[in-house]
């Protein structure tokens, strides 16, 4: 069966130190693989997406993340973490062979930064 | 560009009781989400919509809950009635079809709390 793995719930890190969340996937193919974050009381926003092609992908606030396809894992990270990057972050995979572009989420992890 | 607006933002009813939700995509999104996100999990889809038809329903309890997207625009999610598992985050999403099949970005609303009671 297909899904998506976020092994860890929570995470928390001093600002300013880098921060790395892991996303680890089980697909027939590569599907295709988004992190979004979701702010205190507020709807999802992607950060980024991975299709194909380079296998680092730079999105908005800082944030990247690296395709791996021999560990089947898509991993975020960001260099220096800011006090408003405290949020739950989500990753998620498409189907490329779905028309309707339907994602499944993981679990998400809780990203607590302290001063 | 005004986002996805969701109405109420949180809503407190009794089991066996029915409620209603309401979402207004953005303007020209052709595609529509329901996804019910429970606490500690991540959004699971319930219903999806391209314009006024539904393409995705399979993990719609459909005994309790519907949707319905009449026009092609804004679309009402319903639960009739309600259980205590019902508990959780109804995030509405839109997304446009001008991007790559399934590469199209979700944008979300920030959604209604619900407490079934």
């Known amino acids: 069966a297909q899904s998506v793995t976020q092994p860890d719930i929570h995470i928390t890190v001093s600002e300013g130190a880098s921060l790395e969340l892991r996303c680890n996937y089980s697909?027939?193919?590569?599907?295709?693989l988004f992190w979004y974050v979701q702010s205190p009381g507020q709807g999802l926003q992607l950060l980024l997406k991975?299709?194909?092609?380079?296998?680092l992908v730079q999105g908005i606030k800082g944030f990247e993340a690296e395709f791996k396809r021999s560990q089947s894992s898509f991993n975020l990270r960001k260099p220096s973490v800011h006090w408003s990057d405290a949020a739950e972050y989500f990753c998620a995979v498409g189907d490329p062979t779905d028309s309707w572009g339907k994602l499944q989420f993981g679990a998400g992890t809780q990203v607590v930064v302290t001063p | 560009e005004a986002g996805v607006a969701q109405s109420p933002r949180y809503k407190i009813i009794e089991k066996r009781q029915s409620v209603a939700f309401w979402c207004n995509p953005i303007?020209?999104?052709?595609?529509l989400y329901w996804y019910q996100q429970i606490l500690g999990q991540g959004p699971k889809l319930l219903i999806q919509f391209q314009n006024n038809g539904v393409v995705d329903d399979s993990q719609l309890p459909k005994d309790r809950f519907s949707a319905e997207r009449l026009k092609g625009v804004d679309s009402t999610l319903k639960i009739q009635p309600a259980k205590l598992e019902d508990s959780a985050v109804y995030l509405c999403?839109?997304?446009?079809?001008?991007?790559?099949?399934?590469?199209?970005?979700?944008?979300f609303g920030p959604g209604t709390r619900l407490l079934v009671l």
């Open positions: 697909y027939g193919a590569t599907p295709y």
């Open positions: 999403a839109s997304s446009s079809t001008r991007e790559g099949r399934g590469q199209e970005t979700q944008y």
């Open positions: 991975y299709f194909s092609g380079d296998t």
């Open positions: 303007s020209g999104h052709a595609t």
